[in-house]
Nanobody
Framework: EVQLVESGGGLVQAGGSLRLSCAAS????????IGWFRQAPGKGREGVSC???????YYTNSVKGRFTISSDNASNTVYLQMNSLKPEDTEVYYC??????????????????????WGQGTQVTVSS
């Protein structure tokens, strides 16, 4: 019932841009965290960025100044604007969300939450 669908990935040259989208459906909640993660073959999952319903945002150091996360409540969609892409950004990108209505919120990075709902991922490939 809960669905997260990523889109916007593709092939881009180094220095280019992509905007990833994550459309959520199947449930509603007042307090939430939405995150973008990425994973390359043979490597662990890395938290890229996240945003909460109180507008707290986090970016991992490797993407600061290049990526921007945003959300659109009207369309239940979260975006990841990716600029100045580098070959090392070549990974599968996943969006995830966590319902925080009954969870004690942390005051540090929203990457600390245990995300329950995940999309299937979208491939980002950056050529040099």
């Amino acid at each position: 019932e809960v669905q997260l669908v990523e889109s916007g990935g593709g092939l881009v040259q180094a220095g280019g841009s992509l905007r990833l989208s994550c459309a959520a459906s199947g449930f509603t909640f007042d307090d939430y965290a939405i995150g973008w993660f990425r994973q390359a073959p043979g490597k662990g999952r890395e938290g890229v960025s996240c945003i909460t319903s109180d507008a707290r945002a986090y970016y991992t150091n490797s993407v600061k100044g290049r990526f921007t996360i945003s959300s659109d409540n009207a369309s239940n969609t979260v975006y990841l604007q990716m600029n100045s892409l580098k070959p090392e950004d070549t990974e599968v990108y996943y969006c995830a969300t966590e319902n925080l209505d009954t969870i004690l919120k942390v005051t540090t990075t929203c990457m600390l939450y245990n995300y329950d709902y995940w999309g299937q991922g979208t491939q980002v490939t950056v050529s040099s």
